[in-house]
């Protein structure tokens, strides 16, 4: 596993939503993914802060490589993925794609700037 990106500090609400994003896609890593079954899977964590912290944003990117290269979207798509595709976009005005790759999985998103905090939420 591999984790890059500046320190970053979250308005209360999106801490709670990454929070829940981070173990989603934990939880399914471990369950379905790169950390299944011992199968040499890596997963690389990354985020930068693009533009000024009110008119910019943070940029998120979880990569997920299973090393028996065997993952497939899955056929029912539970809480997890309605998290990433509909509640962070509803709750925070954020950009999320998730594709499903034939080795693995890329989440990414694109946080508003208005989401990071100021000195005072710290």
Known sequence: MSVDGPDVALAAKAAESMSLALHELTTNAVKHGALADRNGGKIAIKWRLNGRRNGGELNF??????????????????????????????????????????????????????????????
């Open 61 to 122: 990117e979880w990569v997920e490589k299973n090393g028996n290269g065997g993952l497939r979207e899955p056929e029912r798509h539970g809480f997890g993925m309605e998290l990433l595709t509909r509640i962070l976009p509803y709750d925070l005005g954020a950009k999320t794609s998730v594709e499903f790759q034939n080795n693995g999985l890329r989440f990414q998103m694109d946080l508003p700037g208005q989401h990071l905090a100021r000195g005072e939420e710290r």
